[in-house]
């Protein structure tokens, strides 16, 4: 009874499919139609879209546990506990992609001096987003909504009138402004492999020498905001101490010009006012030496920390002019959009008569 129940479900699913592909056999001029629709869409797609080029640059940090150590090492032997760990900076890479995002950071990529493949603009980064970058109907129309939206808004709500500015203030970002800094922070991918530590940043753009120069220049900025991040404190210690050595430099040399003078004037005098006296001076003398001779020492590994703390870079892919486009091919376009119009045909063909019943009978059971 059980096999004979699964033999007509088989038999009837059978049925169900060979009617499903005689429907679509049935309506394959309709679906040829509808796929070359789809296909001369994606011809005028695939030839409105200007091209664009992705150029990575790919770095590894040093790993910095054996100089941790190292400075640790180095500072136990003259008493000095600088309290670093090796795995302190572990977390660092990871901020990078924060960085790149960041407000700051990305308007000052806006000064980047800029040149197309053809070289026949050199200019900011800005001034080639404003007055240069290759435009098509296609941007226009992408940038229409927002247009209406921001027409209406001044229709209905009243804002301050906003001196009009062609400069670039990163205090003070208009709307135009502000949508360039998201197009730029779109066009910026970084990635950070956890385990390696390895970084690819990648840039995106129309042109295959911007695409290279921003990747170059960005790059290069992440490396020194990293550095100065992590060598902050190490560097205002080494300051600081660099200044209290100073200072007990020149005591010291007021203490030994004292104490040089004294014995000169006082050669072959002998009292008991004189001996304390160089005893004193002397005593003075070689506590500014100790002082002075300590403070020297912290300096010295002051300087060897800021070393450490100081993070080195190895390129392993560095940033070049590409020579192929990374967009989707105008022939891989095409075909992509006439499968689609042909796939949307089909489900249309399949979904149409059941949606009609479904339809049909939800009127039938209203009436």
Known sequence: ????????????????????????????????????????????????????????????????????????????????????????????????????????????????????????????????????????????????????????????????????????????????????????????????????NVTTLSFTDRDSRVAATMADTIMNRLQREITLYRTKKAIDDCAYIERMCSEAKDSLDVSQKRYADFITHNRNIRNEYVIAEKERLEADKNLKTALYTQWAQQYLLAKAKVKEKTPVFVTLEPATIPVKASSMGRLAKIVLYTIIGAVLAVLYVLAKDSVLKSWHKIIGTSK
């Open 1 to 196: 009874m059980n096999a004979n129940m699964e033999e007509k479900k088989a038999l009837i699913k059978e049925a169900d499919l060979l009617k499903m592909i005689s429907n679509v056999i049935k309506k394959w001029k309709f679906v040829v139609v509808v796929a070359c629709c789809f296909a001369l869409l994606g011809i005028i797609i695939a030839f409105s879209t200007p091209k664009s080029y992705t150029v990575a640059v790919v770095v590894a940090p040093e790993a910095s546990g054996e100089s941790v150590s190292g400075i640790n090492s180095l500072a136990s032997i003259v008493g000095v506990d600088f309290g670093l760990s090796a795995e302190g900076d572990a977390i660092y890479p990871l901020l990078y992609p924060d960085v790149v995002s960041s407000l700051p950071f990305l308007t000052s990529l806006f000064d980047v001096r800029v040149k197309n493949l053809e070289e026949t603009v050199d200019t900011t980064y800005y001034a080639y987003l404003r007055h240069y970058r290759e435009r098509t109907w296609l941007d226009y129309v992408k940038m229409f909504p927002s247009r209406v939206m921001n027409s209406v808004k001044r229709i209905f709500i009243s804002s301050p009138d906003v001196p009009v500015s062609h400069s670039f203030n990163p205090y003070m970002l208009s709307e135009k402004q502000m949508g360039m800094v998201e197009n730029l922070n779109s066009a910026i991918s970084v990635f950070v492999d956890k385990k390696t």
